[in-house]
């Protein structure tokens, strides 16, 4: 794995042996990191792709931020925004919040194609779950001063980590960062409006079932909005890419992603509709 440093990112990237697809950047969501995809690069590059994961400012590797509370979602799209026109226009696997700032990158003319995992949702779609809601008084000061913030341990195993075998989230808890509760406070008021009409590429959202972060309902919305192609991760939660069967899982995104190849007409092609597997625990 090769690593790049620019002034603000960092970028992790698995180039492929023989690299005939096109270029692909993933991009994390709050208090991750370009760690997230360490699985699923060499998979891409398998296929033939030269796949990257940007960490944003702030985030592992990299140092952390004095003022990392006070970051918005359009400071790191400033991160992410300058990784995809380095990588000329790539296409960008987005989780949670990154998911929102690919939808950014495709409505800005940055991504040829996109898929979103568990996505943040742009204005207009609900962004809060029940299960944050419940837990939301612990973290409003950071919120609302736009303060760093960390869940705590509790949170994070109920929230985000709770498809995760209980002996294994101690593990992931530990690669958690603190992170802004200025971008936080962003995604949870909507600020950011992207019209459909702004997004004229092929896009495959991902939503899970027991995902109590991003809850299914709200993927199943963003792909109505979007015209997009939704695939629902039967048994799996947020936090996706470390969850046992996760790699089946990935094989719907790596074939989605082929088939756009194959046929760059696709886009005129690709429905709403949800993708229908005869693999166990796929639909």
Known sequence: MASSVAPTFHLDTIRAARPTRANVLCVHGLFAGSWVFEGLLPLLADRGHNASAISLRGHPPLPPMRDIGRQTISDFYEDAAAAARALDRPIVIGHSMGGLLTLMLAANGLARAAVLLSPAPSRGIPALSVGIV???????????????????????????????????????RARFTADSGRASRDIALGIHAIPPDQVRIPMLVVGAEHDHFIPLGTSQRMARKYGAQLHVAKGHGHFLLAEPGWQQEAAVVLDWIDALEENPSAPEGISSATIHRSSPGVS
Request: aromatic fraction near 10%.
């Open 134 to 172: 419940t837990r939301m008084a612990r973290y409003l000061p950071a919120l609302l001063f736009s303060r760093p913030y960390l869940p705590i341990d509790e949170h994070f195993d109920a929230l985000t980590l709770n498809m995760l075998p209980p002996e294994q989230r101690a593990a992931q």
